[in-house]
């Protein structure tokens, strides 16, 4: 059995996809396992994933598919996971070549159900490193963890066991994955060293503003529905009260500040005051709010009927600067 796989969805990026391979295929942990999920790509994309799969068949797992966005092609790729552990790469970043293995041996070393690690944010012209903040459980892991995918090693028998999958048809998948994961994740590691390459592309789906930065709401509608399911949800309210206010009034309104539509923009702002203050009418009496005097914290405590308008028109007006 592989210690890791490395699931890695592909759609039309040809002019990343080799360099992101090669520091897969070099990878020093030799059990190692690369799916490459083709997710419809029409350009040159599938014919390089192919060449690198018939150059490393010992390592590499080639797959095609209709194209289902990218939650689709990580849930298909984790049904023929086989490794210890599952990590998540997107195709147009790359790695370190020890990432895997120090991971995997931090791993072993504290019998851990998670590793994180810290990452890079690539810019055309700049490097700015992405460094995690570390907590002890899974409360924590909600209220301070950060979301993404792709900068975690994660234990293969939890997700499967819990049947944790990202939803298909949806922007912000990592967040509802890592949420819904959070509550099976009793010990985690850090490693406080950048081993990632994230790189910004401007026409990426996640630097695009429009109508659809209001699926925020589904993700965490599904992420509440999947708790109350799972009969977690009283147990975590507090830590999911928090982290709802926190992201709708921080990175969330952000983005809605920058939708070029006006009228969409104004809708999207509107209800994501409604949206708090209907699920959590409570939410500024909420321990986590007010336990940490945080500048975040008091920032979104700030926001009313009055307030929550006058910082979309500064926001506003600094992106326009």
Not at 20 to 39: A, K, P, R
Request: proline content about 3%.
């Amino acid at each position: 059995m592989p210690k890791v796989s490395v699931i890695v969805p592909i759609y039309n990026v040809e002019k990343y996809l080799s360099k992101s391979l090669e520091t897969l295929v070099n990878q020093t942990l030799q059990e190692i396992e690369i799916i490459l999920v083709n997710d419809g790509s029409q350009d040159e994309s599938g014919k390089i994933a192919k060449q690198y799969q018939e150059k490393y068949p010992e390592k590499i797992k080639y797959f095609e598919k209709q194209n289902g966005g990218l939650s689709d092609s990580r849930n298909y790729g984790m049904k023929y996971a086989t490794g210890e552990y599952i990590a998540f790469l997107d195709s147009d970043d790359y790695v370190e070549l020890n990432i895997y293995e120090d991971m995997y041996k931090i791993a072993q070393k504290e019998q851990s159900d998670m590793v994180q690690c810290n990452f890079y944010w690539e810019y055309p012209k700049k490097r700015k490193e992405g460094k995690l903040e570390t907590y002890n459980n899974s409360k924590e892991m909600i209220e301070k963890g950060r979301v993404e995918a792709w900068n975690k090693l994660i234990k293969r028998e939890i997700i499967k066991e819990n049947k944790i999958e990202f939803p298909k048809g949806y922007r912000y998948e990592d967040v509802e994955f890592t949420y819904k994961l959070a509550p099976y994740i009793k010990k985690v590691s850090f490693l406080q060293k950048p081993y990632i390459h994230y790189i910004q592309r401007q026409n990426s789906i996640s630097n695009l503003q429009n109508e659809k930065t209001k699926e925020i709401f589904g993700i965490f509608d599904n992420i509440f529905e999947f708790y109350k399911e799972k009969g977690l949800y009283q147990e975590y309210k507090t830590e999911l009260e928090y982290i709802y206010a926190k992201t709708l009034f921080c990175s969330s309104f952000v983005r809605m500040v920058k939708i070029p539509d006006k009228q969409i923009r104004k809708e999207l702002i509107n209800q994501t005051f409604e949206n708090v203050n209907t699920k959590f009418p409570q939410w500024k009496k909420n321990e986590i709010l007010n336990k940490n005097k945080t500048l975040k914290n008091l920032y979104i405590k700030s926001f009313n009927k009055i307030t929550y308008k006058i910082y979309s028109k500064i926001l506003r007006i600094k992106e326009q600067l």
